[in-house]
């Protein structure tokens, strides 16, 4: 609510009035996966009261998961408030799924990823790419969803290959 008030009102936190106000878009990270989604739901539903426009969620590796918090969105009202960029990145291997999974928090990885993941062996590159595409296909029209924050771990040069073959470039999406 800070940096809403410096937006909106012009004023510090002391009460200060401020000689340009600052034109931010504010966001907040969004977690569909860290608790049920109707607590969740509620948690963003604060960010938006405190000023939240848009929001970057943790990464998505269930988009049915992701639906129902989207869901729980939609019963509060958020979905039209707000901008969700939906977290996106290419599994390398089995043990890059095993770490999102167990230590990054807010992240779910379902086991039928995981399975995937482990039988593709040599191939895991590729098949994380292709589950990659996959999310990015079911979530990208799912309402709620504005758009797709690709994060390519130390695997940048895979971006304008995903980009591509998800539709994602400039002349394959139309203009708002």
Known sequence: WILRRMRDEGKYL????MKFRPQYFLGAAAAPFA???????????KKVNAGAQFFQTNLVYDPDGMEVWLNELAKRDILDKVYI?????????LKMAQYMHKDVPGVFVPDKVMKRMEAAG???????VQIALEIIEAV???QGV?????????????????????GLTREQVPAL
Do not use: Y
Not at 85 to 93: E, Q, S
Not at 122 to 128: L, V
Not at 146 to 162: F, K, Q, T
């Open 146 to 166: 504005n758009g797709i924050h690709l994060m390519a771990v130390g695997w940048e040069e895979i971006v304008p290959r995903i980009v591509t073959e998800a």
């Open 85 to 93: 960029l939906i977290g996106v990145t290419p599994l390398k291997n």
């Open 14 to 17: 002391d009460g200060r009035s």
């Open 35 to 45: 608790s049920r989604p109707e607590f969740q739901a509620i948690r963003e539903h």
């Open 122 to 128: 040599d191939g895991a590159e590729e098949e994380g």
């Open 140 to 142: 990208k029209s799912k």
